[in-house]
């Protein structure tokens, strides 16, 4: 209708006339276009100005190289841009360790985030290995962050990204298992009223062996070595040697210490003498508070001695052991270096930091003068 008004006013007008008023309607509507344009740019700006500040600055590093000044950088700004990872194996006394770390948090002013992974899965597409780096790394409005989940180690270096602060704990393998078996059928005390995947089955686990049942199979046993190994397809193969090779590794060369369950109150100790910033008064409230056992299954059957003969003659229960003794060997070296054990009136034992074992001197400037 607008369209034929505007024919009807501009067919009795002279053609100059009807060139100006075209180039004038057209000069108005390039103009609300470029204004509209603006607008909508603004309001783009705004977006990820707000986007920007709600992940802590994305543009920002989560790690910052030290600061660069006449004197020692700041070990509170670096220790406040730490992130540390604990990739949980389950049934290895993480419960346990984490009624710890949560109320630490409190204590030690830090922030502590659980990584749930959709069905209780332990592994990450390549896609979301990208975009869960990405988070950790540049949420720094949770930094100091301590994360913490049943996911199996993620190389955050692959996604160019730097790597954070990993800690694990492992446990004998066939503790782990029986544990984890009777787990399924009884529960445990932390969560007495949930039902489990299991409940109402009688069998026991020498039974479980005895007939080479699918809760006891060769994949069963293969849990320890792929939480260290990693996301490749190839970490899942139970009996592979190039996993085993890759969590031994990866084990000894990206992980900050790796702990053993059979000695938490070591590995405790431990963590408080190497970061402060998350652990300190870690030994004394696992000690006086009711944190030294969370979660403690029901009903535990130990297998008999023909069961874990069968068991040993097992290849993925070897290769599952040969990663648990370079643990017990790695810990009990960390352990001689950093902690030593102090007697107390009571009998009991009670796990100090070792003394710093270096220090720096004759530092020489650029103008080949020492300085002090």
Not at 72 to 82: L, M
Not at 153 to 177: K, S
Request: glycine share 6%; net charge positive.
């Amino acid at each position: 209708m607008v369209a034929g008004a505007t024919r009807r006013v501009l067919s009795g007008m002279p053609n100059f006339v009807k060139f100006s008023v075209v180039v004038t309607i057209g000069f108005c509507l390039l103009g609300i276009l470029f204004l509209t344009t603006l607008q909508l740019q603004a309001r783009i700006d705004a977006l990820e100005s707000r986007l920007q500040e709600e992940s802590g600055g994305g543009k920002q590093p989560a790690f910052p190289l030290a600061s660069r000044g006449t004197g020692p950088a700041s070990h509170g700004s670096f220790e406040e841009n730490h992130v540390v990872f604990y990739n949980r194996v389950p049934k290895s006394g993480s419960t346990t360790l984490m009624g710890l770390v949560y109320k630490l948090a409190q204590r030690n002013g830090f922030h502590c985030l659980h990584v749930n992974i959709s069905k209780n899965d332990h592994y990450l597409s390549p896609a979301n290995q990208y975009k869960f780096v990405w988070n950790v790394t540049t949420w720094t409005k949770h930094l100091p962050g301590f994360y913490h989940g049943h996911v199996v180690y993620i190389d955050f270096p692959r996604f160019g990204a730097p790597h954070p602060i990993f800690i694990q704990l492992v446990r004998d393998p066939i503790e782990r298992m029986v544990s984890y078996f009777y787990f399924l059928r009884f529960g445990d005390d932390f969560r007495p009223n949930l039902k489990r995947s299991k409940m109402g089955d009688t069998m026991t686990f020498d039974e479980c062996i005895e007939k080479s049942h699918r809760d006891c199979s060769p994949r069963n046993w293969w849990v320890q070595i792929p939480f260290f190994c990693g996301m490749s397809p190839q970490c899942k193969v139970p009996g592979s040697k190039w996993a085993l090779e890759q969590a031994k590794r990866n084990m000894i060369e990206k992980y900050f210490v790796v702990g053993v369950t059979e000695q938490i109150p070591e590995f405790v100790a431990v963590l408080e003498a190497a970061l402060p910033r998350y652990f300190k008064g870690a030994s004394k409230q696992y000690a006086s508070g009711n944190q030294s056992h969370l979660r403690k299954t029901k009903k535990k059957i130990p297998p008999k001695e023909e069961t874990i003969k069968t068991i040993k003659a097992l290849k993925e229960w070897q290769m599952e052991n040969e990663l648990y003794q370079l643990a017990v060997s790695t810990f009990a070296d960390v352990k001689k270096r950093m902690i030593k054990t102090v007697s107390l009136s009571s009998g009991e034992k009670q796990f100090v930091k070792k003394d710093a074992s270096f220090f720096f001197e004759k530092i020489v400037g650029p103008n080949g003068k020492e300085q002090l």
